[in-house]
């Protein structure tokens, strides 16, 4: 498994990336933080540059090969571990199995146990995903195996905005034959993720920081169900800090889901504070929701 270090300093942060997201995808804050501590980001297996490994994609396998991984980088513990997305599912299943090794946690705009039946539409949405894109995996690994989309020029990287200097090392990761679908066993197993990661309902005084979208932002083009979805997920965002008597929650004003994207400045500001809090700075304003 692939995993990439910088920085000096401990505690050691640890980057968990959300569905179908790797090592690119912190390329925005992980520079600026390795120059608080040393920050580590990775490729789950089959994603980035991690080969793909047989078995279940639930949480609990992840958390253990993460574990596995930073014992064979001698990556000394304890640790902040931070999750965007899904990446949080696994990052309190993290906590769960190895409650000693933790110093703090990051959740960034984290998914909700019981997302799936809260949100509007997204049962529905789920469900017909699950049965369309192990299909569709098979007719793209046809596609790659035979070098259609190479000869096609369609080995090109969907790349955020943002990350327009990384768009080279994005489609190096299109068209390998090997690596197709290598985040569907996540998704497929996300229910089940959801379910795992509820089993942790507490962390005690561990400081937990909770940074979120902002529900206020434009909504041009939205769906009915995306608007409807947006006080849920608010709700649901706003639970997070009852996780721990240590929490506080950042709504990034103008931010979209990717909030370390749109608002890298907030994120860095938050996560070093975090860090600084555990080396025996200032608290935050533990039990707040501050916008920034």
């Known amino acids: 498994m692939h995993l990439y270090c910088v920085g000096t300093g401990s505690p050691t942060l640890v980057l968990e990336a959300g569905g179908g997201d790797e090592v690119l995808y912190w390329q925005t804050v992980q520079p600026e933080l390795a120059k608080t501590t040393q920050v580590c980001s990775y490729d789950r297996a089959g994603l980035g540059w991690s080969e793909p490994q047989a078995g279940r994609r639930d949480a609990e396998a992840i958390a253990r090969q993460l574990h596995a991984l930073l014992d064979e980088a001698r990556i000394a513990r304890s640790i902040v571990i931070a999750g965007a997305s899904v990446g949080g599912y696994y990052v309190r299943e993290y906590v769960r199995e ?4 933790v110093a703090g946690v990051a959740f960034l705009d984290a998914s909700s146990p019981h997302q799936i039946d809260e949100l509007p539409g997204s049962r529905a949405w789920y469900d017909a ?20 989309n190479r000869l096609m020029g369609r080995c090109k990287a969907d790349v955020p905005k943002v990350q327009e200097n990384l768009r080279a090392a994005y489609d190096a990761e299109e068209c390998r034959p090997g690596f197709v ?3 569907v066993g996540e998704f497929i197993e996300f229910e089940r993720q959801g379910d795992q990661a509820a089993r942790l309902t507490s962390v005690g005084d561990l400081p937990v920081l909770v940074l979120s979208q902002d529900p206020d932002r434009p909504k041009i083009g939205w769906t009915a169900d995306a608007i409807a979805a947006q006080p849920v997920w608010f709700r649901e965002q706003e639970n997070l800090k009852s996780l721990s008597t240590h929490s506080w929650r950042v709504i990034a004003r103008g931010a979209s889901h990717h909030v370390h994207h749109d608002r890298p400045e907030v994120a860095l ?13 200032a608290a935050p304003q533990f039990g707040s929701t501050i916008v920034e």
């Not at 190895?98 to 090794?101: A, D, H, S, V």
């Not at 995903?129 to 259609?148: Q, T």
């Not at 500001?269 to 700075?281: D, F, H, K, Q, V």
């Open 98 to 101: 190895y409650p000693t090794e």
């Open 129 to 148: 995903e699950r049965a369309r894109r192990p299909r569709e995996v098979k007719w793209n690994r046809l596609k790659i195996w035979s070098g259609w």
């Open 269 to 281: 500001e938050e996560m070093n504070r975090l860090i600084s809090y555990i080396r025996g700075g």
């Open 181 to 183: 679908g290598g985040d």
